[in-house]
């Protein structure tokens, strides 16, 4: 609690009361998400219950330079969380409240600890769904926050192109509104997209207005076998190529096949395995299906398993959410360290190769998975956290993939976000637009207070 | 010629010989867009060939405090090209070289220069198209500044969704790169999203990578008319909320049809119309059609009318692209202003009624269209430019019409920009956020020579 200065903190508890913890326990559970990055705890937790009371800390906050770090469900998986320099975490898990829907517009407005299973319950009777589907059960606001997609994003596209607009508290305390609910806007800079993907680190989001979907008349699912890898990822590029209009296309190795098999009770054959799903009326359903269908066999694939009913269906679709805990079960006391690299499609089957012939000398347990219609994979190490070498084995192994990715013309993270993690990726990836990204987070953040030590190297 | 260092015109002279003018001709051709917007002559115009051309030039404006205006087809509605600072108007389009695509990634690469349908025209033998199409056929780089759309954007998206990466020359003169050829990415702050529709302010775009489309296997396109308005309208909306996925749904008023019909040489029914298009495999595009007829028909539309081959679908876009020369073309001398709001779709038969009402009491000639699947229309005027109560009767239309979208949830402009027109509206619909775009302008463009005195009020 070194940095803070005790009047804040008394200011905060008198306020918030039993909504302030400066417990160990509390501050252990907000210094960290689900991957191996190292905790930092913040110095204080505040349970936030609406955006005015979000705006009081910060403003509080920044008259002292405090640093302050949003927290949504706790899934990162890059070190946002992290309290590098202290701070106080602002917990949005109680403002989840589903503002409003518009059935006619097909749009709704949320409150940002609203997750997003919990928002596809609340829409399902309505006959809507939102299809950003990250594995875990993340929140909305984390989920704008990391620009994350899923395995939907091939058909429906990322957070970037879902969120229509934001209520955001900015550094100083003030809150803003950026966007609108019209489908498409010329009005100036586009600062809903500059916060989606900030991290926190430009402001705190505290509602979200999203697209929603109509749940489609016709879903089918199916897995598909293969004997290799390439004939897998081969497929699916050609699926892409062909403008297939799949909802899902999901790339699961013989391994973490049979990690999810252990791990939710399936049976599904070992092997390389598509894992798909159609939407649309009947017909167009049934036109996709017979268009993959002839794809997959020319590539050795074998016939498709269907998920036929809408409980199958959701079984499997849980159990590749699940794909991450399963990996990190298949070694107990493990923690998970995830690559995320994003490469245009033709690039796929080369920097899936690659990350084969890295692994091979690997002694961790890793399995590789991909939502290839993106041409975004990952490799989920279920690591020993106390054991060095391993850790640095595969820090090595994650930079080749990162730097293979870049040179390619790639990401180095497709929907993890930076955080911690990727911050020394920056510059190989941006060059100087690195440089523009320190100059709008300086003028809108000046004392560097909004979760500082993320996405910006030496921030 | 002012606020001009006569040593940097000299320089600039002596450096691009004959590719600088200074000649009254050039400066005004360069001083103005398509609309009635008031011309600002620029101090000399500069056909730039390179981005290290455009770096040179804005370096040495740059040491001078000299205005730089990017300028490619010059077909802004808003008065985005206006010198109204002065300055060098840099002329983009000998920067017209398509300079990758990449048919297995659906992208490609262009100078700015490249005009839509010069690329479509590149693509169509590799069974590619480009879809984002406003009416006039702009520059690439223009439409990336304005954040433009056009009639396929209820399927495809606009600009917004379709640029994967800019390389971009700051105010500075550095030149950087944003985005990748990665279809998605959660690396930092989206600056492709930040300079899409910056209009010029924030830097000069000078390469654009784009997403392509595959060709679809099967188009139709069929006309409908409509006894009245709202009840094409109604048909639109209720396609839009059944997630129909038409290509382009299109209304053209009667007095649209009548004017289309005279400049185009067509003899479409003189009714209330929309237009359809239909993309997908034959059996998608045949479901596609049996709803919209379905719900046509609850509407009282009559039959389609077919365009039965790709000539007969050329010639009704190309009428539905000229639209806004047809509506000029009704009154000799005229100049069109063109209203531009986008409103949630639910708003939008409210919207369009309030837009006729005020027409009714209307001098000049108007048309409404309307990309009426995104919630956007338009209201194009005929105007006499030196009619001063007819200019002044039309801008009261427009900022009732354009209060009356702000206020349910809309936007003062859905496609065209804001360049001068609309930036007195820009405190009204985003509020406070304002201050922010006007501190990032502030922070990339501290000197304010980046295509001053547009999008933000008083800038």
Redesign the interface.
Known sequence: MDILNPSLLDKLRAHFAERFSATPAVREQHGHGESHHEAALPDAVIFAQSTEEVAEIVRLCAAHRVPVIPFGAGTSLEGHLAAVRGGISVDLSRMNQVLRV??????CTVQPGVTREQLNQYLHDKGLFFPIDPGANASIGGMAS????GTN?VRY??M??NVLALTVV?PDG?V???G????????????T??F???EGT?GIITEVTLRL??I?ETISAAVCSFESVEQAVDSA?MV????IPVARMELMDRGLIRAVNAYSGLTLAEEETLAFEFH?????V???IA?VQEIVREHQGKDFTWAQTQEERNKLWEARHKAYYAALAQRPGAKGWTS?V?????ELSGAIHHARELLAGCGAPAVILGHVG???FHVVFAVDPGNTQELEEIAAINKQMVRR??AV??????????GTG?AA??RE??????E??A??????DPDNIMNPGK??PGN
């Open positions: 518009s059935e006619a517009d097909l749009d990391t620009r994350a997609s994003a596209g990322t970037r192109e900015m003030q803003i509104h950026t609108s609910r019209a489908r498409k806007s010329s009005a100036g800079y586009d600062l997209r500059l989606v993907g900030a430009l979907y109509g489609p590029i892409v190529q062909l403008g649309g009326s009947p017909a167009g049934q036109g996709q268009m995320d994003c490469v245009p499609v033709s993106d041409g975004n990715a870049i013309g790639g990401t180095c993270t497709g929907e993890h976000g930076v990727k990726y920056m990836e941006h060059g100087e637009a690195v523009l990204m100059r709008i987070k300086r003028a809108i996405i910006l």
